[in-house]
C-alpha cells in the first residue's frame, strides 16, 4: 500500500550535521511519519514523529539537536540532525502510521529499508 524509501544517510564527523529524508509513495491517507533509530545492540527507539497538521513529539534529549518537518505535497518527510555524537550512530527507520493524532503508542503501518547513520569521533 505504501512504500518508503529513506536517503541522507553516511559518514559524519562529531559536531557535524545530516538530513535525512523519506519519501512515501502508494495510497496516502492522513498520516504520521517520523523516524525510529537502532542501534547495534540497542532496541529500536523512537527519534521524532509529525502528524499531516504539523505537531511533532520528540525523544527525550533529541528535541533541540534534531527537528522532524515535512512537506505534505511530497509526501516527504525530513530528519535534520545537527550536532551529531557518536552515539547518534545508528541505523535510521522512516515509519508511516494511517492515523490522524499522536497518541501514546503508536502503530507503525509501514518500515522503509533504513539508512546507515555513522559518527565518527
Known amino acids: 500500500q505504501v512504500q518508503l524509501v529513506e536517503s541522507g544517510g553516511g559518514l559524519v564527523q562529531a559536531g557535524g550535521s545530516l538530513r535525512l529524508s523519506c519519501v512515501a509513495s502508494?495510497?496516502?491517507?492522513?498520516?504520521?511519519m517520523g523516524w525510529y533509530r537502532q542501534a547495534p545492540g540497542k532496541r529500536r527507539e523512537l527519534v521524532a514523529l509529525?502528524?499531516?497538521?504539523?505537531?511533532?513529539r520528540y525523544a527525550g534529549s533529541l528535541k533541540g539537536q534534531f527537528t522532524i518537518s515535512r512537506d505534505n505535497a511530497k509526501n516527504t518527510v525530513y530528519l535534520q540532525m545537527n550536532s551529531l555524537k557518536p552515539e547518534d550512530t545508528a541505523v535510521y527507520y522512516c515509519?508511516?502510521?494511517?492515523?490522524?493524532?499522536?497518541?501514546?503508542?503508536?502503530?507503525?503501518?509501514?518500515w522503509g529499508q533504513g539508512t546507515q547513520v555513522t559518527v565518527s569521533s
Open positions: 515509519a508511516y502510521s494511517a492515523t490522524m493524532n499522536l497518541g501514546a503508542i503508536l502503530r507503525v503501518d509501514y
Open positions: 509529525i502528524t499531516s497538521g504539523g505537531t511533532t
Open positions: 502508494g495510497s496516502i491517507s492522513v498520516n504520521v
